[in-house]
């Protein structure tokens, strides 16, 4: 079992940053797979980024080159950076794992979720 906890959402204004962390307790002995999705108001849940067990990093393509997923030094935190915010960036934000490293952009490949975190990009 892994317990995931995110914070740092927030309100900010267009082109600003946001640093989102995703804190993970319980079975955190083992590397697994830590990925970041984002739900917006009436939409699917879409992939955002995942980290791999072996540090291997992927983006969606609307996020590339804005954001950057990362883990911590114990390696029970991991961080989403969000630069260049854009209005369409507004969504709830949740982190999730796996122990499988596969398919990593699916929601469904994912057996643990946090709670999410609010992130509101105003124009």
């Known amino acids: 079992q892994v317990q995931l906890v995110e914070s740092g959402g927030g309100l900010v204004q267009a082109g600003g940053s946001l640093r989102l962390s995703c804190a993970a307790s319980?079975?955190?002995?083992?590397?697994?797979?830590t990925g970041w999705f984002r739900q917006g108001p009436g939409q699917e849940r879409e992939f955002v980024a995942a980290?791999?067990?072996?540090?291997?990093?992927t983006y969606a393509d609307g996020v590339r080159g804005r954001f950057t997923i990362s883990r911590g030094n114990a390696e029970t935190t991991v961080y989403l950076q969000m630069n260049r915010l854009q209005p369409e960036d507004t969504a709830v934000y949740y982190c999730a794992a796996q122990f499988d490293d596969v398919e990593v952009t699916k929601v469904i490949r994912y057996d643990y979720w946090g709670q999410g975190t609010q992130v509101t990009v105003s124009s």
């Open positions: 980290i791999l067990s072996n540090g291997l990093r």
């Open positions: 319980g079975r955190t002995g083992t590397r697994y797979t």
